[in-house]
């Protein structure tokens, strides 16, 4: 892994500083036991600088989790997740995984086929590691990996790999339809369905 910028103490990037994590990997964020695995579209080049998912400062990911009880203390992950933050995240039954691995500035940079191939990568992952509930966060991005053309938002009629399959909003800063209060009743469902809440 690079090492992170000295920037990345202030929360503060350059544009260059960004752009030098283009096309890196960022891993998977799951475990044994997993119960709920949101699945992101790729990775930003903000995740990819501190290789924390959802990391971007606009991104609304962890505080929505934390208003619907899915996590219990703040995650701030924008100069990335603390050991004790990855441990806290996976022990509550959490996992995290992207359609397409390699980090792009914006997810409109991705080919169709990219998404594709993260499908069927997905699939994989699913088998790997069986968690109850798998809760992808971008219906656009759903429908081309997954030639879904008329997919909505929600528990899908069909599972994957046997797993049930929910689509939520992406919690980009870009979504600007959403806000964190509807983010968190959004996947306050499937986290129900998972047992991650009651």
Same mark, same amino acid.
């Given at each position: 892994?690079?090492?992170?910028?000295? +920037?990345?103490?202030?929360?503060?990037?350059?544009?260059?500083?960004?752009? %030098?994590?283009?096309?890196?990997?960022?891993?998977?964020?799951?475990?044994? &036991?997993?119960?709920?695995?949101?699945?992101?579209?790729?990775?930003?080049?903000?995740?990819?600088?501190?290789?924390?998912?959802? !990391?971007? $400062?606009?991104?609304?990911?962890? =505080?929505?989790? *934390? @208003?619907? &009880?899915?996590?219990?203390?703040?995650?701030? =992950?924008?100069?990335?997740?603390?050991?004790?933050?990855?441990? !806290?995240?996976?022990?509550?039954?959490?996992?995290?995984?992207?359609?397409?691995?390699? !980090?792009?500035?914006?997810?409109?940079? *991705? #080919?169709?086929?990219?998404? /594709?191939?993260?499908?069927?990568?997905?699939?994989?992952?699913?088998? /790997?590691? @069986? $968690?109850?509930?798998?809760?992808? +966060?971008?219906?656009? !991005?759903?429908?081309?990996?997954?030639?879904?053309?008329?997919?909505?938002?929600?528990?899908?009629?069909?599972?994957?790999?046997?797993?049930?399959?929910?689509?939520? $909003?992406?919690? #980009? &800063?870009?979504?600007?339809?959403?806000?964190? %209060?509807?983010?968190?009743?959004?996947?306050?469902?499937?986290? /129900?369905?998972? &047992?991650?809440? =009651?």
């Amino acid at each position: 892994m690079r090492p992170l910028p000295a +920037a990345a103490l202030t929360l503060g990037f350059t544009r260059a500083e960004l752009e %030098a994590h283009r096309d890196e990997v960022v891993p998977d964020l799951i475990g044994p &036991g997993c119960r709920l695995l949101f699945v992101g579209i790729n990775p930003g080049l903000w995740t990819a600088a501190v290789q924390t998912h959802f !990391a971007h $400062p606009g991104n609304r990911f962890y =505080p929505a989790l *934390l @208003e619907a &009880g899915i996590i219990e203390a703040p995650i701030d =992950p924008a100069a990335g997740m603390t050991d004790a933050d990855r441990a !806290a995240f996976l022990a509550r039954g959490l996992g995290i995984t992207n359609l397409v691995p390699r !980090a792009t500035a914006r997810a409109d940079e *991705l #080919s169709a086929q990219e998404l /594709r191939t993260g499908g069927e990568r997905l699939v994989g992952t699913v088998r /790997r590691w @069986e $968690p109850r509930v798998v809760a992808v +966060a971008g219906i656009t !991005a759903y429908r081309t990996a997954f030639g879904e053309r008329k997919a909505t938002m929600g528990r899908q009629p069909t599972d994957l790999a046997g797993v049930e399959l929910w689509v939520v $909003p992406n919690p #980009s &800063g870009l979504n600007a339809h959403e806000t964190v %209060a509807t983010l968190a009743q959004a996947y306050a469902a499937p986290a /129900r369905a998972a &047992g991650v809440l =009651p």
